[in-house]
């Protein structure tokens, strides 16, 4: 029993967080707490994973220092917005202690006890929470940087900078604030893929039609959509036909059409008729719900920026504390500086140095791309990968069903004989095809479909199936072949001039030819082929214009079918005839060229070669469960046209990482630098903190603005 209370796991969501710092420490606490074996924080999606038993009274215990609010995951909902007046009351009347004290200052002197009172006051009011946590972080040892704060606070106040500390205190807690609102923005763009499904459905059950929660619906239940409405759940569409927006699921603006056997998925807009579809999945295992579970996990992956800012942090805190003691010590012990002025400065430089900017830098920007690029069709499954993508320079794709549809259509189709209508005929070879299992019959029966063809009234009698070769039946006692050329080859019809030169020219075209005939002649030549997708061609020509050095096409096709299809897109080189242990070592081979290299393809059959490349990019399939778990980053509903912009987007996420890191370094080093003739003061000290602050939340937010279409202008 204890043993299976051990491996206990629960997943909470975490309201509160207001800085990455605290996240650590609140994973800490929950580590020391009695049942519970490990506890994982993921800051950027605010949800704690514990393993073992703990009560929801004990979690909270362990975050009190944050006044952390902890929800279980299943049934969550979004708290409602606190009013402004309690979130942020003890601040203003910080602020409005601030504003007496400074009256009170000017019009009785810096040393008049009302002056005195007010700061007092307002350092009380605003700082009580930050000098506990501080106080409690002091005598562990813990050197963050609300201990560094405290520390300045409290020198201030010995040193009789009043004015001073309590202006840092109100400063530190807009810093802040503002801190908790950059990863708030970051996080909406996950909590909006939460809102995207209803919470209810219309469920028709023992001819019962009633609104049930998402919850209680089960696989095979019949969901019925009106027109207008949100899918609720992942199924078959078994009656009706309608127009549905799946943009939320798969980037894509353009309605598809939906009628019976077509797969729709939760989250999506049907637009026109009413749909009745049957239930495939469960709640927890729809398309949406894997897809915000995925993001989620991936904004727990830190990118290697990230943790490098992370070793660099545990360090960076006592090397300040130590620079600052040196400073406040120093002038004075060896030099017969004033301790007052050079114990300020100490202070200043304790302030200057607070690494919440820096600790923010990377976060802020992984959370707020991985969210866009999910809200615009790609799913990036960590920062890690995120970075990756940015470094590429080559990519390999799988040709059938990512650089061609991976579905067969009719190419051509010419009538030999005269006194046979192509329509006639057409209809007579669908008839055939119509009873075959063959997969390119399909190619045959779409387009007589499609051009409304009655194949299935005409009577085939002793129809059979000639493996390798092709198919034969009776249709009005007369026998019809279609097949390959050896087929007609065997029957001792013979094809010569100018039909021959239709048969090589077709082939070299990489299109599969097949004959159609009888006993006695040869009726037509029909040519079948894997369609281009429209968006291929403009996708290598992006690729290039995005500075990738080398595109590559792997495929186990023939090799004249893999050349038609390679010089149409003009990627670099062509691979044909190859198996999946031969995939794989192109992969490597372009990887030891290029050093980083990203492999495209369906997630199943490239499974060796997508393992193996620096990124594996899955064809999402709209939700396809194995491009989903197996990829390091998948294209929903099939979209190549998002690969550009997945690259784009992880460049500039990249380039701005490295200007917070920048900008959080840059502008404290500046600061710095002033207490070298003696001018670095609280109030430079605590406007360089909160500016870096600022800078990094505001330029990690630009990359919401990085829109989903390759010619859009990334501001």
Same mark, same amino acid.
């Given at each position: 029993?204890?043993?299976?209370?051990?491996?206990?796991?629960?997943?909470?969501?975490?309201?509160?967080?207001?800085?990455?710092?605290?996240?650590?420490?609140?994973?800490?606490?929950?580590?020391?707490?009695?049942?519970?074996?490990?506890?994982?924080?993921?800051?950027?999606?605010?949800?704690?994973? !514990?393993?073992?038993?703990?009560?929801?009274?004990? #979690?909270?215990?362990?975050?009190?220092?944050?006044?952390?609010?902890?929800?279980?995951?299943?049934?969550?909902?979004?708290?409602?917005?606190?009013?402004?007046?309690?979130?942020?009351?003890?601040?203003?009347?910080?602020?409005?202690?601030?504003?007496?004290?400074?009256?009170?200052?000017?019009?009785?002197?810096?040393?008049?006890?009302?002056?005195?009172?007010?700061?007092?006051?307002?350092?009380?009011?605003?700082?009580?929470?930050?000098? @506990?946590?501080?106080?409690?972080?002091?005598?562990?040892?813990?050197?963050?940087?609300?201990?560094?704060?405290?520390?300045?606070?409290?020198?201030?106040?010995?040193?009789?900078?009043?004015?001073?500390?309590?202006?840092?205190?109100?400063?530190?807690?807009?810093?802040?604030?503002?801190?908790?609102?950059?990863? =708030?923005?970051?996080?909406?763009?996950?909590?909006?893929?939460? =809102?995207?499904?209803?919470? /209810?459905?219309?469920?028709?059950?023992?001819?019962?039609?009633?609104?049930?929660?998402?919850?209680?619906?089960?696989?095979?239940?019949?969901?019925?959509?009106?027109?207008?409405?949100?899918?609720?759940?992942?199924?078959? !569409?078994?009656?009706?036909?309608?127009?549905? +927006?799946?943009?939320?699921?798969?980037? /894509?603006?353009?309605?598809?059409?939906?009628?019976?056997?077509?797969?729709?998925?939760?989250?999506?807009?049907?637009?026109?008729?009413?749909?009745?579809?049957?239930?495939?999945?469960?709640?927890?295992?729809?398309?949406?719900?894997?897809?915000?579970?995925?993001?989620?996990?991936?904004?727990?992956?830190?990118?290697?920026?990230?943790?490098?800012? =992370?070793?660099?942090?545990?360090?960076?805190?006592?090397?300040?504390?130590?620079?600052?003691?040196?400073?406040?010590?120093?002038?004075?012990?060896?030099?017969?500086?004033?301790?007052?002025?050079?114990?300020?400065?100490?202070?200043?430089?304790?302030?200057?140095?607070?690494?919440?900017?820096?600790?923010?830098?990377?976060?802020?920007?992984?959370?707020?791309?991985?969210? +866009?690029?999910?809200?615009?069709?790609?799913?990036?499954?960590?920062? #890690?990968?995120?970075?990756?993508?940015?470094?590429?320079?080559?990519?390999?794709?799988?040709?059938?069903?990512?650089?061609?549809?991976?579905?067969?259509?009719?190419?051509?189709?010419?009538?030999?004989?005269?006194?046979?209508?192509?329509?006639?005929?057409?209809?007579?070879?669908?008839?055939?095809?119509?009873?075959?299992?063959?997969?390119?019959?399909?190619?045959?029966?779409?387009?007589?479909?499609?051009?409304?063809?009655?194949?299935?009234?005409?009577?085939?009698?002793?129809?059979?199936?000639?493996?390798?070769?092709?198919?034969?039946?009776? @249709?009005?006692?007369?026998?019809?072949?279609?097949?390959?050329?050896?087929?007609?080859?065997?029957?001792?019809?013979?094809?010569?001039?100018?039909?021959?030169?239709?048969?090589?020219?077709?082939?070299?075209?990489?299109?599969?030819?097949?004959?159609?005939?009888?006993?006695?002649?040869?009726?037509?030549?029909?040519?079948? &082929?894997?369609?281009?997708?429209?968006?291929?061609?403009?996708? !290598?020509?992006?690729?290039?214009?995005?500075?990738?050095?080398?595109?590559?096409?792997?495929?186990?096709?023939?090799?004249?079918?893999?050349?038609?299809?390679?010089?149409?897109?003009?990627?670099?080189?062509?691979?044909?005839?190859?198996?999946?242990?031969?995939?794989?070592?192109?992969?490597?081979?372009?990887?030891?060229?290029?050093?980083?290299?990203?492999?495209?393809?369906?997630?199943?059959?490239?499974?060796?070669?997508?393992?193996?490349?620096? !990124?594996?990019?899955?064809?999402?399939?709209?939700?396809?469960?194995?491009?989903?778990?197996?990829?390091?980053?998948?294209?929903?509903?099939?979209?190549?046209?998002?690969?550009?912009?997945?690259?784009?987007?992880?460049?500039?996420?990249?380039?701005?990482?490295?200007?917070?890191?920048?900008?959080?370094?840059?502008?404290?080093?500046?600061?710095?630098?002033?207490?070298?003739?003696?001018?670095?003061?609280?109030?430079? &000290?605590?406007?360089?903190?909160?500016?870096?602050?600022?800078?990094?939340?505001?330029?990690?937010?630009?990359?919401?603005?990085?829109?989903?279409?390759?010619?859009?202008?990334?501001?």
């Amino acid at each position: 029993m204890e043993a299976e209370q051990s491996a206990e796991k629960n997943v909470y969501r975490v309201q509160g967080f207001t800085c990455a710092g605290c996240a650590g420490k609140f994973e800490r606490n929950v580590k020391e707490l009695d049942g519970v074996t490990d506890a994982k924080v993921n800051f950027g999606a605010a949800k704690l994973t !514990v393993i073992g038993k703990a009560s929801i009274d004990d #979690i909270e215990k362990a975050g009190a220092f944050e006044h952390l609010k902890i929800l279980p995951e299943k049934g969550a909902v979004q708290a409602p917005a606190e009013p402004f007046l309690k979130k942020y009351g003890a601040l203003l009347v910080s602020a409005l202690f601030i504003i007496i004290g400074y009256y009170s200052l000017f019009s009785y002197g810096e040393g008049s006890v009302p002056s005195i009172a007010a700061f007092i006051a307002a350092i009380i009011i605003g700082g009580s929470s930050l000098f @506990i946590t501080g106080f409690k972080n002091l005598i562990r040892l813990e050197f963050d940087m609300r201990t560094l704060m405290t520390i300045a606070i409290i020198g201030a106040a010995i040193i009789g900078e009043w004015s001073e500390g309590a202006v840092v205190v109100i400063l530190f807690a807009v810093s802040e604030a503002l801190e908790s609102y950059s990863m =708030d923005r970051a996080r909406k763009s996950i909590r909006s893929l939460m =809102d995207i499904a209803p919470k /209810e459905a219309l469920i028709r059950r023992n001819g019962i039609e009633s609104s049930i929660a998402v919850d209680e619906i089960e696989a095979l239940d019949i969901m019925i959509v009106k027109p207008g409405q949100k899918i609720a759940m992942d199924g078959l !569409v078994v009656k009706g036909f309608s127009a549905v +927006n799946q943009a939320s699921i798969t980037g /894509e603006s353009i309605p598809a059409e939906k009628g019976p056997g077509a797969e729709v998925f939760a989250g999506t807009l049907n637009e026109e008729g009413l749909l009745e579809v049957q239930v495939t999945k469960l709640a927890d295992d729809t398309t949406i719900a894997k897809i915000i579970h995925l993001v989620e996990e991936a904004q727990a992956e830190r990118a290697p920026s990230q943790a490098f800012v =992370d070793k660099f942090a545990k360090w960076y805190t006592p090397a300040i504390m130590a620079v600052a003691f040196l400073v406040a010590v120093l002038p004075p012990l060896f030099f017969s500086a004033a301790w007052d002025t050079w114990i300020y400065q100490g202070l200043a430089v304790l302030v200057v140095g607070c690494p919440c900017a820096l600790v923010i830098s990377t976060p802020v920007s992984i959370v707020t791309a991985i969210g +866009n690029a999910a809200r615009n069709g790609v799913l990036i499954k960590g920062g #890690i990968y995120l970075e990756e993508l940015s470094r590429i320079k080559a990519v390999a794709f799988d040709k059938t069903g990512t650089l061609t549809k991976g579905a067969p259509v009719v190419a051509d189709f010419e009538v030999l004989q005269s006194g046979i209508s192509e329509n006639d005929l057409f209809k007579l070879v669908s008839a055939l095809e119509y009873r075959s299992q063959h997969p390119l019959a399909s190619a045959f029966i779409k387009k007589a479909e499609q051009q409304e063809i009655d194949y299935k009234s005409l009577i085939v009698e002793d129809f059979t199936s000639l493996t390798g070769k092709g198919i034969k039946g009776k @249709i009005d006692h007369e026998w019809y072949y279609v097949g390959n050329i050896s087929l007609f080859e065997e029957m001792g019809l013979t094809f010569e001039g100018e039909l021959k030169n239709k048969v090589d020219s077709l082939q070299k075209q990489g299109k599969t030819v097949m004959l159609a005939g009888t006993n006695e002649m040869l009726l037509a030549v029909l040519a079948v &082929a894997d369609e281009v997708r429209e968006s291929s061609v403009r996708v !290598v020509k992006q690729l290039k214009e995005l500075g990738i050095q080398k595109t590559i096409m792997l495929t186990g096709d023939h090799a004249n079918t893999a050349a038609a299809i390679g010089n149409q897109l003009e990627v670099s080189e062509i691979y044909a005839e190859l198996l999946p242990q031969h995939k794989l070592d192109a992969v490597k081979k372009m990887q030891r060229e290029y050093g980083a290299a990203a492999m495209v393809g369906d997630g199943v059959n490239d499974a060796p070669a997508l393992a193996a490349a620096s !990124v594996g990019i899955a064809m999402g399939g709209a939700g396809t469960d194995t491009a989903l778990e197996t990829a390091d980053v998948a294209l929903m509903g099939d979209d190549l046209k998002k690969l550009p912009f997945a690259i784009e987007l992880s460049r500039k996420t990249l380039v701005i990482i490295k200007q917070n890191i920048a900008f959080a370094l840059g502008l404290k080093l500046l600061a710095l630098l002033l207490v070298v003739p003696g001018w670095l003061t609280l109030w430079i &000290a605590i406007f360089a903190d909160m500016g870096a602050t600022l800078l990094v939340t505001l330029n990690g937010l630009r990359l919401l603005r990085v829109k989903g279409k390759r010619d859009s202008q990334i501001l």
